[in-house]
């Protein structure tokens, strides 16, 4: 064991010999080499010092932990083969992916590139130095010998563990999850491919031109635009050009808004410039020099010792003497530094003033140029700022300005996003496209004349993103706007203030939200009987309290009357009054729509837009969609059905005539389904039968004009009113009452043919004028009077002929046929609920169901009865004769012995009540009357439409009788009116003296009534 040690001894003095030789031959090397270039600087030897401490430090552990494995190789290797041929593997590559994920890789490789073998030297001359002060202390014997196996062992393992945690952190990697993102990333792009904004052409010529610059001393380069055009993803991009050039740039980026909170900027500057440097090249002296320099600005000069900080400023150097020493360093390398300064305009102004300071004077380098990124408007409107455009001109040698064209925003919002655009927008591709129709709108806004208003507000690709953002937000992208009522250019308005003047915003909702109207929409104002359309009085006052012009344009582009429909707002088509979001008043509470969209998400449904009943009506073209339409979810609520045959009207000019003849005819036989009793609007059967008007009329007019189909509109219109070839079959006047011995279809009929009456300034004038053409001499150019005799003749004539052929050839009561009809009959045969859509109680339903009732029996027998003439009411039925076109009234004369001979039979209880409703129903309103209810009976009132005389001998022959059934006393018995509910117990007896004081002259004397026969082809 001793001869061993004591070869090894001598082995080790050997090796010091050849050291102590290795080290005075480097150093002459060195010596000869530094003679030749000139004296070594203070710099230099700093960092030959350094690289020969770390040699001797590197060698001293590396002979430490080579005793360590000697002791434990004695033991493992003749104990533990198997352990120690794992370790002797492992821990090599447990140390080599260490040294790697260190960068120990990019680290060598810059130090060859750099060609500094003097370093090299250095570090090899300490490893020597170390290797022979380790041999020479002795160390080694003595720690070899006191090492125990079971530390040494403990100590190696640990070691390894270390390393091994290292390696662990850097290779793991956390598990891939694929996000769909939600909005629009706003991060600057990072190179050409990327580019929506068409900027990489002129990001290339600035690359070239900062490039061209040469080793101008000081030449400062300016990047002068607002936030959000895209400044920095235009360095990018020049950043990009200037990488292509490694061996000849480096480029250097600083955000002075990092570095926002630290005393002072400049250091900030000189110590992220040196980091990166060191970085990128090999470059050990240029860390020290920067740490001279940072130390010169502060005017101190520190060293630290254990537990004490020494100060003192010592330095003989100028900061030209710094700055020529930091330009030989990067003339050594070879590089040009290009240190681009970002977001200037976001720091506070002392900063940014010694920012302007160090690139002209501070530091002023000669292989460095400056790109510096603002806002001049920004810089000079910061306040406590002294920073002028004369004194920002004096630091910068070349602005640049950068623009957006309008046009290049409009494609980006225009373009067609595919998959591959995901990575660009951070958001998915699918997302986007979903907006297609809104962004369609924003970039026609773009493209527009008007387009310069919009700039403070989507102005530049920033805020562009911002508000696609918004969208996305309020998740406008799951609708479909082409099935909706909503104006898309009013929702982009409304989001833009939502987004931009969100006070503004609320200030809509609180006046316009939900069930208000307010300052914001439009008015209707009714004065001398025509319509017209007005801003409120407050909504100047609201113009004046915008907090810019921009919003002031957006609220005229959505409320301005003059804007949304210009100078003449007397009419508006119902498309604008449906979509536009101005309208805000009774049934259409557009803008309250709107809001609820953008805030609380909610889109209205299907059968709250006419979109969706567009889609319903556009879509048949045969009579089996007519079924199919009917039958569909959306038309299940009497509303719903109701508003389809609105459109269906509004659609038929254009529809093929079969189709219509077979709509109308649909719509006619399915009367019986909707109810006719209502709650002070039009029932929705009566809405039923102004729609088959509609229809009938706009499809003649559609014919007549060559829309849909030539031909003669008018005979269109004739053989669906009276059937094809004058036949029973196909005629929709026969329909109406026919298949069904209910009694509500004449109450149909006749609603249908007094809205035919001219004289009533009807709609359907193309239809008066079609049935004006079976009149002896028909002329359009007669009076009113006239040509509504004549046009109503044959329509009246066939509604009393279809009536005498169900009641009054059999002598059937009307009055009693209408009463026994079944509750539902007035509900509608297809209603759910008795209350179906009408929100009343039972007892009110009761009531209703009562006035529907004693309304059909009035106002059936006032049309077939009065022989009232043409005057804004509409003519009467019983003006007419039964045939013929002589007029004599003999409609009127057979209407008045039905009633008073069946109807009104006394000699049933049946025919009592009937006469008493009758007259009970037509009570008058007395509205100057200061009594309790108002009521009052009046001659005219009582007698309706029948013939007075034949009234009047009636109650005087019959009166007696009807006195005898004691109605007086009939306490449940209640007649209801319009607008009253009266009853027997209270009013008979009323009644049976006005009708004594009123017709007792009749029936003194002789007098006879002449009474028409029907002709032979009503006879039974």
Request: hydrophobic share 40%.
């Amino acid at each position: 064991m001793i001869e061993m040690q004591l070869r090894s001894q001598n082995t080790k003095l050997q090796s010091r010999n050849q050291n102590c030789s290795l080290l005075t031959g480097m150093s002459q090397m060195i010596s000869t080499e530094r003679r030749q270039e000139g004296k070594i600087k203070i710099f230099e030897l700093g960092v030959f010092v350094k690289a020969f401490i770390a040699g001797g430090l590197l060698c001293i552990v590396a002979r430490l932990f080579y005793d360590l494995g000697e002791v434990l190789a004695g033991t493992v290797y003749r104990e533990r083969l198997l352990a120690a041929l794992v370790v002797s593997y492992l821990v090599p590559l447990v140390v080599l992916l260490y040294l790697i994920g260190r960068g120990a890789a990019s680290h060598a490789k810059r130090f060859i590139a750099s060609w500094r073998f003097d370093i090299c030297a250095f570090f090899v001359a300490g490893m020597a130095g170390g290797n022979i002060l380790w041999d020479s202390l002795g160390a080694n014997i003595e720690l070899t010998s006191r090492i125990d196996f079971e530390w040494a062992a403990l100590t190696f393992f640990s070691l390894t563990l270390i390393f091994s945690a290292a390696v662990w952190r850097g290779i793991r990697v956390d598990a891939e999850h694929e996000y769909d993102g939600e909005f629009i990333s706003d991060q600057e792009i990072d190179g050409e491919g990327e580019d929506l904004l068409s900027n990489s052409k002129h990001a290339k010529i600035f690359a070239d031109q900062v490039m061209k610059s040469g080793t101008q001393k000081g030449m400062v380069f300016g990047l002068d635009a607002p936030w959000g055009v895209g400044k920095s993803s235009f360095l990018n991009m020049a950043q990009r050009v200037w990488e292509q050039y490694p061996k000849e740039i480096f480029v250097f980026r600083f955000e002075p808004i990092r570095h926002a909170s630290e005393p002072n900027i400049v250091m900030a500057f000189v110590r992220e410039l040196s980091n990166s440097l060191n970085g990128a090249v090999y470059a050990p002296e240029f860390r020290p020099i920067a740490s001279r320099y940072s130390r010169m600005i502060k005017a101190e000069a520190a060293y630290t010792l254990p537990g004490l900080k020494i100060s003192m400023n010592t330095e003989v150097e100028t900061v030209d003497e710094l700055i020529d020493e930091m330009d030989e360093v990067l003339g050594r390398l070879g590089i040009k530094v290009i240190a681009v300064i970002d977001d200037l305009d976001r720091i506070d102004p002392k900063s940014v003033e010694n920012i302007l300071f160090m690139v002209r004077r501070a530091l002023n380098l000669t292989r460095v140029n400056y790109v510096l990124s603002y806002d001049t408007e920004r810089l000079i409107a910061q306040p406590n700022s002294s920073i002028a455009r004369e004194y920002l001109e004096k630091f910068v040698n070349v602005r640049v300005p950068l623009f957006v064209d309008f046009s290049s925003l409009s494609g980006f919002a225009r373009r067609h996003w595919g998959e591959e655009s995901e990575d660009k927008l951070g958001v998915s591709s699918a997302r986007i496209i979903a907006l297609a129709s809104l962004l369609t709108v924003v970039a026609d806004i773009l493209d527009g004349e008007s387009s310069g208003s919009y700039v403070p507000v989507i102005g530049n690709m920033r805020k562009l993103k911002r508000f696609i953002n918004y969208l996305l937000y309020v998740r406008l992208e799951v609708i479909d706007f082409h099935q909706t009522d909503f104006f898309r250019l009013d929702v982009i308005h409304l989001a833009l203030l939502g987004m931009c003047y969100p006070g503004l915003f609320r200030e809509i909702y609180n006046d316009e939200g939900e069930a208000r109207a307010g300052s914001f929409s439009v008015q209707r104002s009714v004065s001398g009987g025509s319509t017209s359309y007005v801003n409120s009085v407050d909504f100047q006052g609201v113009l004046d309290r915008c907090p810019d012009e921009c919003s002031k344009f957006i609220l005229r582009q959505l409320f301005d009357i003059s804007v949304v429909y210009g100078a003449n707002a007397s009419y508006i088509s119902d498309d604008v009054l449906n979509t536009r979001a101005c309208f805000n008043f009774g049934k259409r509470r557009n803008l309250a729509a709107y809001l609820k969209l953008l805030i609380r998400f909610e889109p209205p449904p299907p059968n709250e837009t006419v979109a969706a009943f567009e889609r319903a009506v556009v879509s048949i073209v045969s009579e089996a969609d007519i079924n199919r339409v009917l039958e569909s979810e959306l038309l299940k609520a009497t509303e719903d059905r109701l508003k389809f045959w609105d459109m269906f009207a509004s659609y038929s000019a254009r529809k093929d005539p079969k189709l219509v003849r077979a709509a109308l005819m649909k719509l006619v036989s399915g009367l019986p389904n909707y109810p006719l009793i209502s709650n002070g609007v039009i029932a929705a059967r009566s809405r039923c039968i102004m729609s088959a008007a509609r229809i009938l009329d706009l499809a003649g007019q559609g014919i007549d004009r060559g829309e849909r189909s030539s031909g003669d509109g008018y005979g269109f219109v004739r053989s669906v009113l009276f059937g094809v070839d004058d036949s029973e079959d196909g005629s929709l006047l026969r329909q109406m009452v026919s298949g069904s011995a209910d009694p509500l279809g004449y109450n149909d009929l006749l609603m249908f043919r007094i809205l035919l009456n001219p004289d009533r300034g009807s709609s359907f004038r193309f239809i008066s004028e079609a049935l004006l053409r079976d009149a002896p001499s028909p002329d359009r150019r007669r009076d009113v009077a006239e040509f509504t005799q004549h046009s109503m003749r044959r329509v009246s004539q066939l509604v009393f002929k279809l009536f005498h052929s169900q009641f009054i050839a059999s002598s059937k009561n009307f009055f009693s046929a209408v009463d026994d009809l079944p509750a539902q009959n007035y509900y509608g045969v297809s209603a759910v609920d008795a209350s179906d859509g009408l929100n009343v109680g039972s007892d009110e339903l009761d009531i209703l169901l009562q006035l529907a009732r004693t309304s059909v029996k009035a106002f059936v027998i006032y049309q077939l009865a009065s022989k009232s003439p043409p005057g804004g009411s509409g003519i009467g039925c019983g003006v007419y004769d039964a045939e013929g076109s002589g007029d004599g009234g003999g409609i009127a004369s057979m209407m008045n012995s039905y009633v008073f001979d069946v109807c009104f039979d006394v000699t049933s209880e049946c025919g009592a009540k009937s006469f008493l409703d009758y007259c009970l129903r037509n009570l008058s309103i007395d509205y100057n009357d200061e009594g309790v209810d108002g009521l009052t009976l009046t001659r005219e009132g009582v007698v309706g439409g029948l013939d007075e005389t034949r009234f009047g001998l009636y109650w005087r022959e019959f009166g007696g009788k009807i006195r005898a059934f004691g109605f007086e006393k009939a306490l449940d018995r209640v007649v209801c009116g319009n607008n009253y509910a009266v009853a027997y117990s209270e009013w008979t007896e009323k009644l049976f003296a006005f009708l004594d004081a009123s017709f007792n002259e009749v029936g003194h004397g002789n007098f006879s009534i002449d009474c028409e026969e029907p002709p032979e082809s009503m006879s039974p």
